[in-house]
């Protein structure tokens, strides 16, 4: 029988030089740009007008995309951990009108608490905080504990706080908010403190110790559960700040709309969770990036404010939007097979 | 869909060969895993693969098995090329492939997954569920394997699974069967009864190409062998021509050390001390002391309770009666979060289960398990002392990885265990409990591991180790539990131990008991 040798000495590739991958966001930020420059040209052509230069424009969108960017914070670290959350938008809705409820001024004679009227702001926000934190613990422990999966748990909680939202005051907004409360939404302040939440999360993700258990247990929760992580407790810990976050987007929003509605924040957990899948967090659990997130919801941002500016038609913007959402989770799952087959 | 054969292009086709590969290379981002790689299959023979961890022999196996398109080189079936566009190719052309790691769908019974995308229909085009389990059974009999074919998936042991994997590819009948590191998590009894099909399908003119690192496997089975080192392909000869000595010197490139580095070290006091620790319908009645210092084997058969022993005691299923004491005071232990403040440590059997985070870097694996202790300040990791000591870990273990923000799940699976290991060696345990801890691992590392596993005992560590490869109970353990049906047949010291005592505890319940 033949016998083939082949004895080199040979170094094995580990020592070459590697090829950095680039990281996703690279990608998104690459789609962003696109996207801005393909409103740019057909603004010129269709309107003869700049769609980047205008700062008044840039500045609403931004402003716009604020107050589901927090949200989108709150859902990117729930989907990383392999669930999800549909509670936000009503999450929201519910804050806005506890929190307007508490911050209204004595100059109104019809208060929801004729007795609580000209509270400091710093009430009305944390008692906002509140009730969001609430909902999410409300979702995390019957996802942890009772082992509903997150789609249904969060799905009731949805239709659930959207009802007390409209039962809170039948329905009818709560309005006349004390300036020193509405300042917290003037201006920028909505962008900062949706930047602020940003660098804040995104570090926590990064480099403490409940950002890596969060991975961990969307990667692989009995591997996690084994290397001595509680998962339980984890999760209803994950869901808590998602709801924490739904609530202080409730006080921004409230705070900047001057009223709290019990029709605010519809269909925003869908621009959330939309906002994380464009930035690359994987719907299957253990991938995903705040910096991601926060792309993505430019990219949103940029497609509203682009459409609004060309005159489209609000209903073929959701056309599109749609469309968006679905090729996001398109390239989500080639990642993912590429990921396991290479 | 189907492989293409083109015979015009390859004028002299030999058909000595069932299979060649000629000049295959495959380079992942930063890796050369195959360089130039020949491999030729006889019909009829048993070609063993042979080879370090990371050599390339799974690398190889998938691109033969259409997982993975090569860069360069060609495979020839029945001398003929093939192009091959996806496993589905790959079996169509009449090739099969056990994989290294487990791919079954657990919710689904085990007929099911056998003939997944091949169940045989009714009339009215639904699944024939009765031809289904009756064309399982038929398998099973010939193949002489005792599972219920209605079993989900789910309930089976990873020996189990094994088996089920194992009929699942043979069912294909495909000319050319691939078993990649079958044998890791089986026990003597199955390996014989694996070798009993093995030797079937051989008679019956099939080529198989078998990966392992047990070097007596290699010499029961095989008629070729093929080394391989760092992607590159070293040696093909007749397995009567070389020695174990010769293979691992033509795998590693140096001599190697003696395997089993047993150190005698001083025993010192009880360290955890376990009674009548039952968990309901699983095993009842162990109760044994481990010293510091000691390293307790624990043998047995598949399904004796080993590895439900060692994951109780870590709180992964809580016991159910009985008690366990640390340094003399009882504890309880309720989840693997409360084992861990008590010191102890667990390398689990099922690496993909419960071991590895897939969609992670190789730090992040390794790091996971040490994020409370001397490792971070308030709720922040200190990443550059992490850093450091998972580079430290992997230059101990020998990793071999591009650098630790791979992903693990691109690194070959003896290196995957080695990340494993490494993960639990950093809690630095009082106890540490290794279920098949050398599972996938090469014969070099194994000695490596080994020696660190004597050198931990000498520092005092209480060691539980279960393996199902005997000479390496034989070998490392002071003293051997043997279970048998999830109860405690006997203790054996070391100087008793011998492959037949331990057999006869494992096989069949005696009296003697401690
Ligand atoms: N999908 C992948 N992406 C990147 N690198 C990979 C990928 N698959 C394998 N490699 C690298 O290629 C090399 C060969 O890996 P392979 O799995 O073929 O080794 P092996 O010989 O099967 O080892 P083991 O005995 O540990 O199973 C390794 O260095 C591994 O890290
Ligand atoms: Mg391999």
Known sequence: MAIATNNDTQQMAATKPRKKKLPTEVSILAVLIGIALLFEIVGWIVRGDSFLMNPQRLLIMILQMSIIGIIAIGVTQVIITGGIDLSSGSVLALTAMVTASLAQSSDYVRAVYPALTDLPWIIPLAVGLLVGALAGVINGSLIAFAMIPPFIATLGMMVSARGLARAYTDGQPVSMLTQEFTWIGSGANPVIIFLGVAVIFHIALKY??????????????????VSGINVR???????????????????????????????????????????????????????????????????????????????????????????????????DQYRQRKRKLT | MAATIDSASSPQASTQY?????????????????DNVQLRIRPGTVHALMGENGAGKSTLMKIIAGVYIPDEGEVRLHGKPLQLN???????????????????????????????????????????????????????DRLGIDLDPEME??????????????????????????????????????VEHLFRIINDLRAQGKGIIYITHKMDEVFEVADDISVFRDGQFIREAPASELDANEIIRLMVGREVTQMFPKETVPIGDVVLSVKQLGLEGVFEDVSFDVHAGEILGIAGLVGSGRTNVAETLFGVTPATSGTIAIDGEETVIRSPHQAMLRGLALLTEDRKETGLFLSLSVLENMEIAVLRDGYTHGSFVSQHQLDQQCEHMKQVLHVKTPDLEELIGNLSGGNQQKVLIGRWLMTKPRILILDEPTRGIDVGAKAEIHRLISKLAGEGVAVIMISSELPEVLGMSDRIMVMHQGRVTGFLDRSDA??????????????ASA
């Open chain 2, 153 to 190: 998936v789910r309930q089976l042991t990873i020996a189990g699974r094994q088996m089920v994997e194992i009929a699942k590819a043979v069912s294909y009948e495909s000319d050319l069967l691939i078993m990649d590191e079958p044998t890791s998590a089986l026990t003597d009894r199955e």
């Open chain 2, 18 to 34: 069932l299979l060649e590969v000629v000049n295959a290379r495959k380079t992942f981002p930063g890796v050369v895993a195959l």
């Open chain 1, 233 to 331: 407790r984890h999760l209803v810990m994950v869901y808590a700040i998602a709801g924490l976050l739904a609530g202080l987007a409730g006080v921004v929003a409230s705070a900047r709309a001057g009223t709290g509605q019990a029709g605010m924040g519809l269909m925003y957990e869908l621009d959330a969770i939309a906002a994380a899948v464009i930035g690359g967090t994987s719907l299957a659990g253990g991938v995903g990036r705040v910096t991601g997130t926060v792309i993505g919801a430019l990219i949103l941002g940029v497609m509203l404010s682009g459409f609004t500016f060309l005159g489209v038609d609000a209903y073929y913007q959701d056309i599109v939007k749609g469309a968006i959402i679905v090729a996001a989770v398109i390239v």
């Open chain 1, 208 to 225: 403490t110790r409940y950002g890596k258990y969060t991975y961990a247990i969307g990667a692989n929760p009995q591997a996690a559960r």
């Open chain 2, 86 to 140: 996806g496993p589905l190719d790959a079996l169509e052309a009449g090739i099969a492939m056990i994989h290294q790691e487990l791919n079954l769908m657990p919710f689904m019974t085990i007929a099911e997954n056998i003939w997944i995308r091949r169940e045989p229909l009714n009339g009215l085009g639904f699944v024939d569920h009765a031809a289904l389990a009756s064309k399982t059974q038929a398998l099973f």
């Open chain 2, 498 to 511: 011998n492959q037949i005592s331990v057999m006869q505890l494992a096989s069949a319940p005696s009296a």
